[in-house]
């Protein structure tokens, strides 16, 4: 059994951050109490799903500098909105893949630093979930096209 393509793998460079927010926030608002108590595990969880997003970006990095310019459509989805067609593509290009690496490589270095500098303050643990969000859109935007 062969490894997946990272190009078939691309849409987990957003998703990662989001279900891993999505969960610590989930478990957030449940059990607030002991979650700002384990701080130091939530924190190295977001911080190991960041990670893993920006180890797929820097994959996909590795294949666009080997096979140069392509553009990919992963995802193409239409919806009626208020009697409006709305189209977006989740497209995998040159210019997706680089953000992909900076926006990555940024996000994984601030959430560590967030991590270092504001051990044992009040709202750590929901900051860091909304940087894990934040990433996570920005990703998003990044790779949909909307389409006219």
């Given at each position: 059994?062969?490894l997946?393509?990272?190009?078939?793998?691309?849409?987990?460079?957003?998703?990662?951050?989001?279900?891993?927010?999505?969960?610590i926030?989930?478990?957030?608002?449940?059990?607030?109490r002991?979650?700002?108590?384990?701080?130091?595990?939530?924190?190295?969880?977001?911080?190991?799903?960041?990670?893993?997003?920006?180890?797929v970006?820097?994959?996909l990095?590795?294949?666009?500098?080997?096979?140069?310019?392509?553009?990919?459509?992963?995802?193409?989805?239409?919806f009626?909105?208020?009697?409006?067609?709305?189209?977006?593509?989740?497209?995998?290009?040159?210019?997706?893949?680089?953000?992909?690496?900076?926006?990555?490589?940024?996000?994984?270095?601030?959430?560590?630093?967030?991590?270092?500098?504001?051990?044992?303050?009040?709202?750590?643990v929901?900051?860091?979930?909304?940087?894990?969000?934040?990433?996570?859109?920005?990703f998003?935007?990044?790779?949909?096209?909307?389409?006219?």
């Amino acid at each position: 059994m062969s490894l997946p393509s990272p190009l078939d793998v691309a849409w987990l460079v957003p998703a990662i951050p989001l279900i891993g927010s999505s969960f610590i926030a989930l478990l957030l608002f449940g059990f607030s109490r002991t979650l700002k108590r384990l701080s130091k595990p939530v924190a190295v969880f977001l911080i190991t799903c960041l990670g893993t997003s920006a180890a797929v970006s820097y994959a996909l990095l590795a294949r666009y500098s080997l096979e140069g310019d392509f553009n990919e459509v992963l995802l193409e989805r239409k919806f009626r909105v208020v009697g409006q067609l709305l189209e977006f593509d989740f497209v995998i290009d040159n210019f997706t893949i680089k953000a992909f690496t900076v926006i990555s490589t940024i996000a994984l270095v601030l959430m560590i630093a967030f991590h270092y500098l504001m051990k044992q303050k009040k709202e750590y643990v929901r900051l860091i979930v909304s940087l894990g969000f934040l990433i996570s859109f920005i990703f998003t935007f990044t790779s949909v096209h909307f389409l006219a």
